[in-house]
C-alpha cells in the first residue's frame, strides 16, 4: 500500500494520533484526500475551487460526492495548522483531520446551494455554528457534499446537480439526503462528514453505504447557518467510518448556541469517556412494530443476527413496544413539510439566489420559485401549505403533532425498562438508481424506522450490521444497518452500545465495489 | 352597551388597531439597531434580511416592554403565551412569514377610559375595551418608483430592510367607539400611555405609532354592519375626518338601498377621502401555525410583579392630581399630552403656584417657544426659572408686561442666565421705591394744574392722564397701582 | 382525501408556485396519495393530547437588548438579483400587503 492510500484509509483517530506524534503532516494529509477525490469523484481539478463535473459529463466510476472542493482553502487550512503545530500551539484533538460538509451548512468564501437551483452560486454572508466550531477544532474541511434538495429524500436522486453514486455499487443510490456526506466517507475521500437528518437523512446513508452515522438528540448541535427543511425536526450530526471517529466528531460540534433558542442549555451528553465501557447488564430494547414485515429479507435475517450478538455481549434483550410508531411515517410526512412550506418561503427571487423575470412582484415570485424548486420540493411545499390551509389545520398539522407527543410518551416507557432501543435503520439496502423516483409515497416508506426517534428528538445512530444479498442482484452483498436509539441526552449509552457491536463484529467499512458473499466480512445473510 | 346615535337613527361602530413601534436598542429577533432613518439596508444582518439559516432570538426589553404597556392599559398577562407565523408573501416581508402572536397573546381584556368633551362642552369618560396586545415584528420600507410615489402606478419597488424586524405591539380594541371624538381621545390617550410608559416615542409622523380604524354603521338596534379596514391615518386629526367621511359614505351607500364590501380602504389625507385599497373576497389563508424556531413565553406572577413596579405615574392620574391642584382640565390635558409635566412638578416643588405655573406653561411658555421656534427641552427653561419669574411678579419687582419679556429673555439666552440675571441685565425692574415715585409724581402734579384741577372737581377720569405722564417719566417702569395711590395722595392733600 | 386540480390550483397559489396544467394533472393523484397515507394520523385518539412542537419543553429563551454589529450593506447586498439605490429592487408590486 502507498503512503497515500494509507492515509486515506485510516481512521480520524489514527490520523489525528500520526499528526499529533509528527508522522505526518496535515498538508499531506490533506493533499491525499483531495487526490482522492481528483481521482474518484469526478470534478475539474483545477483552481481555487474544484467544480463538480455535470451530471452528464461524469464517468461511470465517477462518485459524485462533491459539488465543490475548495482546495485551495484546505491546503491554506492545513499549512497553517502545521505551522501552528510547529510553533508549539495547542491544537484541537481532530487537529489537521479533513471532512466533508453537507452543502445545507453555510461557509464563507463557498457557495451553498442546498441541492437546488435556487440558490445555485449564492455565496453565504455568514459561517454556521457548526462550521465555526469545525474550524475552531481545526479541522479542516475540503468541500460541500451533493444532497436531495433542501434534504428532502432518501436518494440523493432529487438533487439538481445529479445523483451521487454509491461507492459500494456505483449504479445503486447512496440513500439521503445526506447522500453526498455519505459517499464521500465511504469512497475514502474524507474520513469523516457532517450531515443532517431530519427523519433519517444520516442514519439512512449511513446505513446504506456501511458507514457510522449519529442524530444526536435534537438541540445539542446549533442550527444557526443550517438551511432549514424542518425547524423542529433538523439536525446535524456526524458520519465516519467508526464509532468512535462518529463520537469524537459529535464532541467537536454540539455546543449550546445562544443564537438558536431551540439549542438546550444542558451540558452536551459526554459520548467519549465511557464509549468503551461493554454491554454488560446493558438492557436492549427490541422494538416489537419495528421489525419483520417491510423489510427486507436479508434485512431482517442481519438484525436478528445483530440482536443474538448483543446478547452474546452481555446485553439483557427485552422486548419493548411503541404502539404509536405505526404513525410515526404520516405524522412526519404532515409537520415536516407544514415547517418546509412556510421555511421555503424565503425564496422568492427578492434578495438572493435565483430571479426569473416577470412583469409583477407576484409573477416574478410564482415563476422564480417554479424554475428554482424541483419536482420533490415542490410536492412538500403543496402538501405542507395544504395541511396548514383553513379547514385542513386541525385535522392534518394539528392531530400530527398530537401522534407527535404520543410517539414521545411511547419511547419514555420503553426507556422505562430498556436503556436503549434497536432496530433496522432501513426496510433495504442500497437499491438501483431511477427504481424509486417514479412512486413519492414508496420513497418516502425508507423512513419509517428513522422518523420516530426525529419526532421524539431522541439521539438515534445506524453503524454497520453486516452485509446482505441485494433482492435484484443475486451475488452482490451490500451493508445493513443497525439503528441504536436513546433517551434525550444520553448520546452516551448510544455510541457504548454502537462501539461494544462494532469492536466485536469487526466489520470492513472499506467498499471496493460490488464484492462476493464472504463470510470474513462480518455477518452475510443469504 | 347602550346604543349612542350617530345621527338619523344610525349607530356608527368603530374599533381600532393601532401598532408601536418600541424603542428598544435592537430589533425584535437579532441585535441590529432600531434606529429611524439609517443609510438603506445599512442596519441589518442574516437574521433581519432573512438569509437561510438564521434564527432568531426573543429581545428580553421587548417582552418586559410589551407586559409593561399591557398592564398600564389594564391588561391581564398571559401565564403561558407563544409566538405564530402569519405565512403571506409581500417583498418587504424577508421571510414571506411574519412572526407574531396568534391564539395566547401576551396581554388579554384590558381597557381604556377616554375623556371626550360632550357638545355643551361638559367632560364625560368613555371606556373602550382591549381585546388583546400581542408582540410581532415591523416590515421593511419601500420605495415605489414611478409617476405616482404610491404604489398604484409604481413600475418597480425599492426595498430597505432597516425597518424590518424591529419590535411591534399590536393593541386592538373592541368595537366599543361610537364617535370620532372617542376615537381620538383613545389614540390621543393611548399615545400619552404608551409615552408616560417610555417603551416607544409614539411619533405618528414617524410611524413609531400607526392606526387603522375599522369602521362600519348600523340602524340602532340592528345587526353590526360590514366593516371596512381605513388605513393610511397618519394623525389623530385625519382618524377623526376618516371615520366621519366613511361613516357617511357607508350610511349614503345603505340609504340608496346599497351595500358595504368588506374591503380596506385607503385615506386620502389631502382629498379627503377614503378609496378602495383592495377587496377581501374571502379572509386571506394566513396559514398560522407556532414558531417552531422560537419557544414558548412563561410569565410568573413575581416577574409580572417586578414589570408593574416600574409602572410610572399615569396620565389619568397625573390629571386628577392636578385637578385637585386646581388646575383646569383643559390645562391639565394639555400639560399631559405636552409632556410638561416635568417642568410643572420642577415649578411647583420650588414653591410656585400651581395654577400659576399651569397658566404660564401652557400660556406665555408655550408661545414663546413657538416663536423662537425651539422646544421646552431644547429652550433650557427649567421648572426653578418658572418658579422664580412668578415669584418676581407676585412681590412686585416685575409687571406681568415685564415678566413676559424676561421669559422671551431667558429662552433666548438659552436657560445661561435665570429671570432675576436677565431683569437686571435689561433694567426690567418696576419703580415702587415709595420716595423715588413720589418725587416723581410730585413733579408730574406741579407741570399739569390744570389736569389737577379738573381732578378735584371731580373728573376722576383725568387721573389716568397723570397715571400716563407718570409712566412716560419712568419708561413705563413705574408701579401702576402705587402711582394711582400717590396720585390720588398727593392731590388729596 | 382527494385533491381535485382546482383545489391543487388554490394550494399552489397560496404556496406562490407557477404550476402548468401538465404539472396540475401530475400533482392532483400525487398529493392525494399523499395525503390519503397521511391522514391516517385521524385513527388515533388524541383528543386531550397536547401537541408536540419542541422535543424540550425550553421557555423564555430570550437575549439582552444589546446592539450587536450589523452585517456591511455590500454583504447583504451582493447575492441580491437587482439592486437601485443600495435597495432590493422588484417589479411591480400588484397585493397589497397583507
Not at chain 1, 428528538?457 to 446482505?468: E, H, Q, R, V, Y
Not at chain 2, 402572536?101 to 368613555?126: K, N, S
Not at chain 2, 351595500?259 to 379627503?272: A, C, F, N, P
Request: aromatic fraction near 6%; hydrophobic fraction near 40%; proline fraction near 5%.
Amino acid at each position: 500500500m502507498a503512503a497515500a492510500d494509507r492515509l486515506i484509509s485510516q481512521s480520524a483517530a489514527e490520523l489525528a494520533a500520526r499528526l499529533s506524534a509528527g508522522e505526518v503532516s496535515a498538508r499531506e494529509v490533506v493533499d491525499a484526500h483531495l487526490d482522492r477525490i481528483a481521482a474518484t469523484d469526478g470534478v475539474v481539478a483545477d483552481g481555487d475551487i474544484w467544480a463538480a463535473k455535470s451530471a452528464d459529463a461524469l464517468g461511470p466510476d465517477d462518485v459524485h460526492a462533491f459539488l465543490q472542493v475548495t482546495a485551495t482553502a484546505a491546503r491554506d487550512h492545513a499549512d497553517d495548522i502545521d505551522r501552528r503545530r510547529a510553533a508549539g500551539d495547542e491544537l484541537g484533538p481532530l487537529a489537521g483531520v479533513p471532512l466533508a460538509l453537507k452543502d445545507v451548512l453555510t461557509m464563507r468564501g463557498a457557495s451553498t446551494t442546498c441541492g437546488s437551483r435556487m440558490l445555485e452560486g449564492w455565496i453565504p454572508p455568514y459561517d454556521a455554528t457548526v462550521t465555526e466550531l469545525l474550524r475552531t477544532a481545526d479541522i479542516v474541511v475540503l468541500g460541500k457534499t451533493n444532497m436531495d434538495e433542501f434534504a428532502m429524500g432518501s436518494s440523493t436522486e432529487n438533487s439538481a446537480y445529479g445523483d451521487t453514486r454509491n461507492p459500494w455499487d456505483r449504479d445503486r443510490v447512496p440513500g439521503g439526503s445526506s447522500g453526498g456526506s455519505a459517499s464521500a466517507v465511504a469512497a475514502l475521500q474524507a474520513p469523516l462528514s457532517i450531515g443532517t437528518d431530519t427523519g433519517g437523512s444520516i442514519r439512512q446513508p449511513a446505513a446504506l453505504t456501511g458507514l457510522v452515522g449519529a442524530k444526536p438528540t435534537y438541540g445539542t448541535v446549533s442550527r444557526y447557518g443550517l438551511v432549514a427543511f424542518a425547524s423542529s425536526l433538523d439536525q446535524a450530526g456526524p458520519l465516519a467510518r467508526t464509532v468512535e471517529d462518529a463520537a469524537r466528531l459529535q464532541t467537536v460540534i454540539q455546543h449550546h448556541d445562544p443564537r438558536d433558542s431551540t439549542s438546550v442549555p444542558q451540558a452536551a451528553p459526554d459520548v467519549l469517556t465511557g464509549l468503551r465501557d461493554g454491554l454488560e447488564g446493558v438492557r436492549i430494547g427490541v422494538i416489537t412494530e419495528l421489525q419483520g414485515e417491510g423489510y427486507e429479507p436479508g434485512v431482517a435475517r442481519v438484525y436478528q443476527q445483530a440482536l443474538e450478538r448483543f446478547e452474546r455481549l452481555g446485553a439483557k434483550l427485552v422486548e419493548v413496544s411503541l404502539p404509536h410508531a405505526a404513525y410515526g411515517l404520516p405524522a412526519y410526512y404532515l409537520i415536516a413539510p407544514s415547517e418546509a412550506s412556510s421555511n421555503l418561503a424565503r425564496f422568492d427571487g427578492v434578495r438572493y439566489g435565483l430571479r426569473v423575470d416577470a412583469p409583477t412582484a407576484e409573477e416574478m415570485n410564482a415563476a422564480t420559485r417554479a424554475a428554482g424548486f424541483g419536482p420533490e420540493v415542490k410536492r412538500r411545499i403543496m402538501v405542507g401549505t395544504h395541511a396548514l390551509s383553513s379547514g385542513y389545520y386541525d385535522a392534518y398539522y394539528l392531530q400530527a403533532s398530537k401522534v407527535r407527543t404520543l410517539i414521545a410518551r411511547d419511547f419514555q416507557a420503553a426507556f422505562d425498562q430498556a436503556d436503549v432501543l434497536v432496530s433496522p435503520t432501513s426496510p433495504t439496502v442500497a437499491f438501483g438508481l431511477g427504481t424509486k423516483t417514479h412512486d413519492p409515497l414508496a420513497m418516502y416508506l425508507n423512513d419509517v424506522a428513522t422518523v420516530p426517534a426525529s419526532l421524539a428528538g431522541i439521539p438515534a445512530l445506524s453503524l454497520p450490521a453486516g452485509l446482505a444479498e441485494a433482492p435484484d442482484a443475486p451475488g452482490t452483498a451490500l451493508p445493513v444497518g443497525l439503528q441504536v436509539m436513546a433517551p434525550l441526552l444520553r448520546d452516551d449509552v448510544m455510541y457504548r452500545a454502537a462501539w461494544a457491536f462494532e469492536q466485536d463484529l469487526g466489520f470492513d467499512s472499506l467498499p471496493v465495489g460490488p464484492r462476493a458473499l464472504t463470510a470474513d466480512n462480518g455477518e452475510v445473510a443469504r | 352597551m347602550t346604543a349612542v346615535e350617530f345621527r338619523d337613527g344610525w349607530e356608527l361602530v368603530v374599533g381600532l388597531e393601532v401598532h408601536v413601534e418600541l424603542a428598544t436598542n435592537t430589533k425584535m429577533w437579532c441585535g441590529c439597531s432600531t434606529v429611524f432613518g439609517g443609510d438603506p439596508n445599512t442596519n441589518v444582518c442574516p437574521v433581519c434580511t432573512g438569509q437561510p439559516g438564521a434564527l432568531p432570538v426573543v429581545n428580553e426589553q421587548a417582552v418586559r416592554d410589551a407586559a409593561l404597556l399591557g398592564m398600564a392599559l389594564n391588561g391581564q398577562v398571559e401565564e403561558h403565551c407563544w409566538f405564530h407565523r402569519k405565512n403571506y408573501f409581500y417583498p418587504d416581508m424577508a421571510k414571506n412569514y411574519q412572526i407574531s402572536q396568534y391564539d395566547v397573546p401576551l396581554i388579554h381584556d384590558g381597557y381604556l377610559d377616554v375623556e371626550v368633551e360632550l357638545a355643551d362642552g361638559t367632560l364625560t369618560t368613555r371606556r373602550v375595551g382591549i381585546e388583546r396586545l400581542h408582540m410581532e415584528e415591523d416590515t421593511g420600507k419601500s420605495l415605489h418608483v414611478g409617476d405616482t410615489g404610491r404604489l398604484h402606478g409604481a413600475d418597480r419597488s425599492l426595498i430597505d430592510y432597516n425597518r424590518c424586524g424591529i419590535p411591534l405591539l399590536e393593541v386592538v380594541s373592541h368595537p366599543d367607539i361610537r364617535d370620532a371624538e372617542t376615537a381620538q381621545g383613545y389614540l390621543r390617550e393611548l399615545q400619552a400611555i404608551v409615552r408616560a410608559t417610555g417603551v416607544s416615542d409614539a411619533r405618528m409622523d414617524q410611524g413609531s405609532i400607526r392606526c387603522d380604524a375599522n369602521v362600519s354603521v348600523r340602524r340602532i338596534g340592528d345587526e353590526l354592519g360590514t366593516r371596512t379596514e381605513v388605513k393610511n391615518l397618519n394623525s389623530v386629526r385625519s382618524l377623526g375626518r376618516a371615520i366621519l367621511y366613511e361613516a357617511d359614505r357607508q350610511i349614503a351607500a345603505l340609504e340608496d338601498g346599497g351595500t358595504i364590501r368588506m374591503e380596506t380602504r385607503h385615506w386620502d389625507e389631502s382629498k379627503g377621502v377614503t378609496e378602495t385599497l383592495r377587496v377581501k373576497e374571502s379572509v386571506t389563508d394566513y396559514r398560522y401555525f407556532p414558531d417552531p424556531d422560537l419557544v414558548g413565553v412563561v410569565s410568573p406572577p413575581a416577574w409580572v410583579e417586578e414589570i408593574r413596579a416600574l409602572m410610572p405615574e399615569l396620565p389619568a392620574a397625573i390629571r386628577a392630581r392636578l385637578a385637585d391642584a386646581g388646575v383646569p382640565m383643559a390645562q391639565a390635558i394639555t400639560l399631559v399630552s405636552g409632556e410638561l409635566m416635568p417642568w410643572f412638578d420642577e415649578a411647583v416643588a420650588a414653591g410656585a403656584d400651581s395654577q400659576a405655573v399651569a397658566n404660564w406653561l401652557t400660556g406665555d411658555v408655550a408661545g414663546q417657544l413657538s416663536t423662537e421656534g425651539v422646544t421646552l427641552e431644547d429652550s433650557r427653561l427649567t421648572g426653578r426659572h418658572l418658579a422664580e419669574l412668578i415669584a418676581l411678579v407676585d412681590d412686585g419687582t416685575l409687571s406681568t408686561k415685564m415678566a413676559k419679556e424676561v421669559l422671551a429673555g431667558v429662552i433666548e439666552e438659552r436657560g445661561a442666565k435665570g429671570p432675576a440675571a436677565v431683569a437686571d441685565e435689561r433694567g426690567l425692574q418696576q419703580v415702587s421705591d415709595e420716595g423715588e415715585l413720589r418725587a416723581i409724581v410730585e413733579q408730574v402734579i406741579a407741570t399739569n394744574e390744570a389736569t389737577v384741577e379738573g381732578i378735584r372737581g371731580g373728573n376722576n377720569k383725568a387721573i389716568g392722564a397723570l397715571v400716563g405722564q407718570v409712566m412716560k417719566a419712568t419708561k413705563g417702569q413705574a408701579d401702576p397701582r402705587k402711582t394711582n395711590e400717590l396720585l390720588r395722595d398727593v392731590i388729596g392733600s | 382525501m382527494a385533491l381535485s386540480p382546482d383545489e391543487v390550483r388554490h394550494v399552489a397559489r397560496l404556496a406562490r408556485l407557477a404550476v402548468t396544467d401538465e404539472e396540475v394533472d401530475a400533482l392532483s393523484p400525487q398529493l392525494s396519495d399523499i395525503l390519503g397515507y397521511a391522514e391516517q394520523v385521524g385513527e388515533v385518539a388524541a383528543e386531550d393530547v397536547p401537541p408536540t412542537t419542541h422535543p424540550f419543553a425550553l421557555t423564555n429563551v430570550t437575549r439582552p437588548d444589546e446592539r450587536r454589529p450589523s452585517s456591511s450593506r455590500d454583504d447583504i447586498l451582493a447575492a441580491a438579483p437587482a439592486v437601485e439605490q443600495d435597495r432590493f429592487s422588484v417589479p411591480r408590486i400588484v397585493a397589497e400587503e397583507g
